[in-house]
């Protein structure tokens, strides 16, 4: 090989060009036709009894991980009378081996079990809590951790993932903003098909993939005042234009499952929404997997108060669309009477039946149930070197840098004294995050570690724990303050414990828990170059930290590298390129935040009383949406539009240069938003609509090019139909949400549009 094509392999490999764990999907949905599959479920559905059947509908946990009451402690014996279709909270190639014995030795049908888990970011080897791997903006490297994901997870027996998520949320104080991809629509769609290929790989049939889930189908994250399992009453034009579209977008990329969500909508439950999961979801969508319930969601009905029992909560749930009942039990319970009167037709139960014989049979587990579960390959793959590495990697470009005043950013690696300060400098525990049950925290590397190992032989590392993660206890400050004393620079490790965000985690107060917020302050008095990192699930609000400490660093949770991780940015290896994918408020008084708000008929003048605004507080966030700080600085310059109008059939293309003026080499997220300034009903201030992320060097500059079309145009309008309408837009490009350039164009036609 030329010394030349070397090099190139090399800068391959080290950016990570080369991964390859299969292309992107194509035998999985939309399925084609294949005439012996439905042969072989139709004759095997035929033998079956309502029981067997109702059997297949139901899903039930294992004693390992649970989220909600524990309904049934005898899932084993349930399994060999063929009472179950389906596990979760089980894993293992081991365990998972023996359950499916059970179930095939002991069954008439000897039908396998599908064993599902959340596997949400990582299995064993953990990476960035989904919020966090959304801020890198890096498809490629998404579908790759999810991709190493399945990987590890089916070599444990498991099949199905509970995920992705993608509820948009802009919400902070509900906790589960941790497990999506943050505020905006676009990014949304894009991560959700990025997760989706990355689970469910090229081909359903491989060993190495799996079925991935949509949830929580839907409007979950607008549980009002943030509190999880909390109402949710949006308009249809809300819930069309901002929250179905990732799922429509999941839909699109093939996902093979939907889970419904807890809340209501509406005045009706999500797991008994005949208008979510009958209408649009099957009729409308044509979605051709099936549909499971959230945790015990079919039973919740009765304390929601639409059903007077679990009867006929049963019935609601399976009229409207339901296909498996996860840990109630009810369809077992109760559907033989209401089909005995005729309140379900057997009909129904055979056609949810069938979604789901036909997903294990897509799955190869007819041919072998025990393909996914082996002790061998497990072994072999759980956290091989190369998955943790790409866990660094994907961690390293999810750091957002927010702030980095006289560039105390990068730390010198030969820097004498560096104090290293905070509850979360020796913390292993937490950097895992959220829904991270089968992950090794274990394992995890600490700041600490990642850091003793980055700096050089003449660097003294001291430390202080300061204080812990929450609680009163002061005791420390007075080490931590002396510590700091005696340092060159200072990194306080601050943040929320793991489980203070996911699933009911919902926060008040979104202040750094505990006494931290008084540890920063001591530590910023000793007026020493201070870098405070924080490891959150959430954005918290730093509002004092913000104008008070130098640097601040969001590194949130991890994954199993977050040590080393955080040293490449902190020394500077990594050159931070990570953005908010979702809005810091300043306060919480100001939430809900998001970017792409509408204007009001009164925006806000700082002169007028009478305009939208607060009498104690900015309308402005502290940090907005696509915000992110590099070492280098990226100018913007000669944005440029080849035409100035279009009709609903053309194209224009707009051109930025982008110029790296500063010392590093870096990558930018180059964003594209646009406003539509009249609508027949009322638009965004501004809407993400493409982006691209590369790399440019230091003294260079790169032409970006962007294509519009009227599909980046179109909304649900006045009378809800899908299109554009003739009139003028404006275009920003730039570094984030508020930092832009500007032109305009104008489409010269309306149009109807076939949805996305
Ligand atoms: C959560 C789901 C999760 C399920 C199974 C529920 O409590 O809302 O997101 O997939 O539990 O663990």
Redesign the pocket.
């Known amino acids: 090989m030329q010394a030349k094509s070397l090099i190139l392999l090399l800068v391959l490999v080290m950016c990570g060009t080369t991964f390859s764990f299969g292309k992107v999907n194509k035998k999985s949905a939309p399925w084609e036709k294949d005439e012996k599959m439905e042969k072989f479920v139709n004759d095997l559905l035929a033998k079956m009894t309502l029981e067997e059947k109702l059997g297949q509908l139901t899903l039930f946990?294992s004693s390992w991980?649970?989220?909600?009451p524990i309904t049934n402690n005898n899932y084993v014996e349930d399994v060999k009378k063929g009472k179950v279709g389906a596990i979760?909270?089980a894993y293992s190639a081991d365990f998972t081996y023996r359950l499916q014995k059970e179930n095939i030795e002991n069954t008439r049908l000897g039908i396998p079990l599908l064993f599902?888990?959340?596997v949400i970011h990582g299995h064993w080897t953990t990476f960035p809590i989904p919020l966090a791997e959304s801020c890198s903006w890096d498809l490629e490297w998404i579908e790759k951790s999810a991709r190493i994901a399945a990987i590890e997870a089916t070599s444990e027996g498991l099949h199905w993932t509970?995920?992705p998520?993608v509820d948009i949320a802009r919400d902070p104080r509900w906790g589960?903003i941790a497990?999506g991809a943050g505020e905006d629509i676009y990014l949304g769609c894009e991560i959700a098909k990025a997760r989706v290929n990355g689970f469910q790989g090229d081909d359903l049939s491989k060993n190495n993939t799996m079925l991935a889930?949509a949830?929580?189908y839907a409007a979950y994250g607008v549980a009002q005042a943030g509190r999880d399992y909390s109402t949710v009453d949006i308009s249809n034009r809300e819930l069309w234009g901002t929250y179905m579209p990732p799922f429509k977008a999941a839909l699109n990329a093939g996902v093979a499952t939907f889970?419904t969500?807890?809340n209501e909508l509406d005045g009706t439950p999500c797991t008994g929404n005949d208008y979510l999961l009958d209408d649009v979801l099957r009729k409308k969508w044509g979605f051709d997997g099936f549909v499971v319930t959230?945790?015990t969601s079919i039973m919740e009905m009765t304390e929601h108060g639409n059903v007077k029992d679990k009867k006929e909560a049963g019935e609601v749930a399976i009229n409207a669309g339901v296909d498996m009942d996860?840990q109630s039990g009810i369809f077992n319970d109760y559907l033989p009477k209401s089909v005995e009167e005729g309140k379900v037709l057997e009909s129904r139960i055979d056609q949810a039946v069938i979604q789901i014989l036909k997903m294990k049979y897509r799955l190869g587990l007819f041919e072998d149930p025990f393909r996914y579960s082996n002790v061998k390959r497990a072994k072999k793959t759980l956290m091989k070197p190369e998955f943790i590495e790409a866990s660094r990697e994907l961690a390293k470009r999810s750091i957002v840098l927010l702030k980095n005043e006289n560039q105390v950013l990068p730390l010198n690696k030969d820097i004498k004294k560096l104090a290293l300060i905070g509850p979360y400098v020796k913390n292993r525990r937490d950097l895992v995050g959220t829904w991270s049950g089968a992950g090794k925290w274990e394992k995890a590397v600490t700041v600490y570690e990642g850091i003793e190992k980055a700096v050089s032989k003449n660097t003294e590392i001291l430390y202080a724990e300061g204080s812990k993660l929450f609680g009163d206890d002061k005791s420390g400050f007075e080490k931590a303050i002396a510590t700091a004393e005696k340092a060159d620079a200072v990194v306080l490790l601050v943040g929320e414990p793991h489980d203070w965000s996911g699933?009911?985690a919902s926060r008040t107060n979104l202040e750094l828990p505990g006494v931290q917020p008084e540890l920063v302050k001591e530590i910023v008095k000793t007026g020493k170059p201070v870098i405070m990192v924080m490891m959150n699930g959430r954005p918290l609000t730093i509002d004092w930290e913000a104008e008070n400490v130098p640097a601040i660093v969001e590194a949130w949770h991890l994954g199993v590298q977050a040590g080393p991780a955080i040293a490449d940015v902190l020394f500077g290896d990594y050159n931070p390129s990570a953005k908010l994918t979702v809005t810091f408020p300043r306060s919480v008084g100001q939430i809900p935040i998001y970017y792409n708000m509408k204007h009001t008929g009164r925006p806000m003048d700082p002169n007028q009383k009478f305009t939208s605004k607060y009498l104690d507080s900015p309308n402005t966030p502290l940090y907005p949406f696509g915000y992110g700080l590099s070492y280098t600085k990226f100018d913007y310059s000669n944005i440029q539009l080849d035409k100035t109008s279009m009709g609903v059939n053309g194209q224009i293309t707009v051109k930025v240069t982008v110029t790296n003026s500063g010392k590093y080499d870096g990558e930018e997220v180059v964003q594209l938003y646009i406003q539509d300034l009249v609508g027949s009903v009322t638009r965004p201030v501004k809407e993400l609509k493409h982006f691209e992320k590369l790399f440019i060097a230091k003294g260079e500059s790169k032409v970006i090019e962007f294509k519009i079309t009227a599909e980046d145009l179109a909304f649900y309008r006045k009378d809800m139909s899908y299109g554009v309408e003739a009139g003028d837009f404006k275009i920003f490009v730039g570094t984030n949400s508020v930092d832009v350039k500007e032109a305009s164009f104008r489409l010269t036609q309306s149009s109807i549009l076939p949805e996305k």
């Open positions: 946990s991980d649970i989220t909600g979760f909270n599902g888990y959340d509970f995920a998520m589960r497990e889930c949830k929580h889970m969500s807890f959230d945790y996860m699933e009911a």
